[in-house]
């Protein structure tokens, strides 16, 4: 069994605000093994961004932040804020859903690069880190890499933009690097683009991964495994063949289903499936399985009970119907 990176182990947490409290994730498990990719799907407000921030304690203050257990790299960790900022930019690094967020519009695309090295490798020159900057960016398909250093932020389309992040995020050399619905704010053809970025990139790199997506065609591409989370739970994990070809949770089943071909040409006569219901108020969160009131296949029990965990061939999944 590979090693883990990163363990974490039943992890909560709940935003407090105008006299209630919403309970946003729910007891969530997460196991990163040394080199693997692990892909975290859901719907939007499912509570995948909120996995990544809690990792990197960016939740916003009113996030009320525990669990079980957690470690990274061999070591017991809290998570706490202190102890999140030293590993932030050096052990674990993030590309975000916009780039824009992560780059400085006054400061030329070259000492970015630059700068966010100096933390990892405090006694290279400037000239050694350009030059690495530089490698990097032209390895990752940025045409005139030497000449685009120049350039400022906004000279550069949304694709490239995206580049210099994942150029950025690769400079550092992090042990975990995590990608916040790393194509969402990029159109479909770009979109194609940054995803073989990131595929190369997954075949060059020795860093594990953690991919945060609501298209299970992107994690199918890029992930090893997959964690599918509804409202704030863990509902099935597994190798992500297994889970796209045989998913056990009737969720799972159900977002597949709604999983649309983003390259296919779209057909105007055809409905998309979509799943009805909506997701429970966070404050009131039910007794029995969360996804009950929206389950095709729910039995009384399911209302009034916590599912049942099951594992099978290297699949976990929380429903109280027997595998098929
Ligand atoms: N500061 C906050 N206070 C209260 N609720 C919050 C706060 N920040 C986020 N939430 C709630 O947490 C829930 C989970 O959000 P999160 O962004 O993690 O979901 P997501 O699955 O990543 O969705 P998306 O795909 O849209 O990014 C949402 O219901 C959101 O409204």
Redesign the pocket.
Known sequence: MTEALLTIENLNVS?R?SGRV?H?LDGVDIMIGRGQSVGLV?E???????VAFALLSLL?D??EVSARRAAFDGRETNFGARETAALRGTDIAMIFQDPMTALNPLFTIGTQLVDIQRQRFPNENRRALWARAESVLADIGVPDAAGRMHRYPHEFSGGMRQRVVIAMALLVEPKLLIAD?PTTALDATIEAQVVEVLHRLRQRTSASMLI?S?SMGLIAELCDSVVVMYAGTVVESGPVGAVLHRPRHPYTRALLACEIDPYAALDPTQDLATIPGSVPD?ARRPPGCIFASRCPARHDRCSDRPPRRQARDGQAYSCWLEAA
């Open positions: 935003y605000g919403a946003i859901g939007s407000g499912s509570g995948k961004s909120t916003a009113n996030a619905e945060v609501h966070p």
